[in-house]
């Protein structure tokens, strides 16, 4: 189907089936109960959990194929947003425009920004990259504050020209939306004490994250991205085979440039506000991590690696002191104050620490990821070539106990 | 920070546990987000139950985790008075006699609690979740003007009120202003308009200022607005240097300050910044110079209790301004110092004053209202007037829901007491001094408006 294979197809109908009842997956504790605090399901945090997976899916064309480390993709993530922004201020409120042209500044950026850098490869190139982000980051903040509102950032305004809205005769108070449909909107289902939220803005993000996810798999299986992983292997032999490797690289690298541009047109299409923050390393690092925790140049693993960081930061570090004393109430005074002490360290705003031993935890015992863990895991359940197992390995492509060529 | 004193709020805590536990639908239903089945009452988040819920959005990593802990010890003691435990503080020595020590509106008070890194990304993420996730009636907190002004944004957007923690830059109720917004804090503009008279009489009106500016939204409106009101007692700006915000070592801005003819440094630095640049300039021996026959001297348009620990002995003599300080002899402060101290064992900084007095005024707005709704809310408190709160009279200014009151001009001790003894109070300015138009340039002129107030249904 669409010019896939059997397995490749698959995944992605399970991958489009997994997203579109995200809301009831992610909601697996009745309201009100007191595990209910471990719920996802709401409206900003699914956003997130897709808009990141993009963000995720585009690095790792880059970094899973090429193995080019880029440390500065946030910034593309950055810029996209901002010309999100202004598209919204400038010409109309609805999305469309707005997260096209977030992709095309972003991929001209990451034009500029990738033709300087891959002149260099290795630990020069992410630090190349890192430096654009921060200069990125920097202007943002402060000198380029006419056009990014600084440290404040931007939003829209009633006083915006939003020429195109107001040719159609709407005022300055209309949201961010779909032709109408608004980007906030939500419906909810109540179903014995379970309350699930439906939110047009999720299934906006989702439907693009599945497109962004089909057009990746493609990249995965075409000659294209035979060649980059050819890079990825040695780059040497294709330079000296008369393969000039300079395009395909610059390639790659515009293409996750633009799938992070998306995710930064989409943020702001969800989110209407843009901040430099964005753009600052730490969120180049966790791009990173969120490709590596769920596993390199596998197709799915970014996904979760981003949904995976995302729930953390915004789940766990909710989780106060007030919660735990209240869950562990049932237990001695002095035996329950020991457990807070110690679970408080873990969670609410150490909840960075939890995240760190996970990461440590996923590095040395599984290389290859969440997904190697996974495709390890079933093959030690199916050891005699049970074929659920090898058409999981086969549509990741992902042989846990390769080399670094996936 | 397990502090045995949060045992006593944990039954507390059970018991709406077990209220919102035992509130459950039987058959599903779809309806119209964002009202609840149960309790449709036309507005976002309408609490249902026996209880309502706050969130308390504030710094808890970052350059200002500092304050924003103090932050939140303040919301928690004012929770607690609110729900009627402790000695009430200043619901006690509050004009407004709406609050009853039963919550509001007979709901009992719980409260969520959030990171907002100082970003205001994620203190919008943070905030989107107390909303959605929680169902927080109202958001308060933030330590700087960035996230305040994001966060404010959101809650019109979605219909929730917003009540201002720290946050000083004039945009927050000037260009930025928003209809579910109030900010108690003080601004810039205040800030110049209370100081330039005080420096005035001090320093002299022939003075040549030189302004070093943490180069960001908060700092360009304080350079502004300490620029103007200097300037209108006669001193004369020589220069106004930006400085990044993530500088720590101040000393080659410090040295061309000494190549010109300046006799005043305006540090125009808030946390961090203020106290690296100027321990720099206090090392460089610019208070002991002679400049134009005159002594060279420092002011810091912002101060706060917790910098002028982190710059110690250095802050001795320079003048500043502040919301509130803890050595005030009014009814309401001391009582409020009373019962923080109390209950924390230090006095409290004036980010914990203004969030108390913040969460304090939304949940008397709420009783004389008799409703959570926003407009009701917003309604209850434009225009509204209070004293003893700590500020004296105080009112809330209906065309940008800025508070003015009286602003302190403070200096830092010469022979401090205590660790907490760092600043003395000079002069309290009174409010009709740093009062202004709304439609004020520095406050985004005539474009800035309010909007209509927004319930979110």
Redesign the interface.
Known sequence: MFGLNRGDTLLLLLVAILTALAPFLLNPFPEGSSLAQFNGGYPDLMQRFVIFGIFAIGFNILFGLTGYLSFGHAAFLGVGSYAAIWMMKLLTMNVIPAIILSVIVAGLFSLLVGYISLRRSGIYFSILTLAFAQMSYALAYSVLTPITGGETGLQPKLSDPRVLDTMLGADGTSRANLFGLEMGQSWQMDWNGWVFTFNTGYYVAAFVMLIAFYLSIRIFRSPFGLMLRAVKTNQNRLNYTGVNTKPYTLAAFVISGMYAGLAGGLLVAMDTQVGPERMFWTASGEVVLMTILGGVGTLIGPVLGAGLIKYMENILSKINEGLLEKWFAFMPETAGDIVVTVLALFTGKGWHLTLGLIFMLVVIFLPGGLVGGLIQGGRRMFRTGDRSADRKVKSNQTPPTSTPVE | ??D?K??I???G??KG?VA???????????????A??DNHSGYLNAPQGGSVTLGFNVP??GPYADEGADELRAYKLAVKHLNGEGDGGMMNTFSSKALKGNGILGKKVE?????TQT????A???A??MI??DGAIMITGGS???VA??VQ??CQ??GIMFMAGLTH?N?TTGK?RKANGFRHFFNSYMSGAALAPVLAANYGTDRKAYHLTA????G?TTEEAVTQATEAVGWETVNAV?T??TQTDFSSYIAPVLQSDADVLVLNHYGGNMVNSLTNAVQFGLRDKLVNNKNFEIVVPLYSRLMAKGAGANVKGIFGSTNWHWSLQDEGSKAFVKSFGTEYGFPPSQAAHTTYVQTMLYADACERAGTFNPCGVVEALEGFFFSGLGNGPTIYRKEDHQCFKDVLVVKGKENPESEFDLLEVVEVTPMSKVWYSPDHPQMGGE?A?L??CNTGA
């Open positions: 920070m397990s045995s949060l045992v709020g944990r039954r805590l059970l546990g919102v536990g035992a509130v459950g639908l039987a058959a599903p239903t779809f309806f119209n987000s964002p609840r089945a808890q990593s409260y969520v609690t959030g990171d970003k205001s990304d994620a919008r993420a943070s989107k979740s959605e996730k700087s003007s960035g002004v994001a944004a959101l957007e979605t830059s945009d930025d180069d960001y939204n908060w360009y930006k990044p915000l474009a408006t909007g209509e």
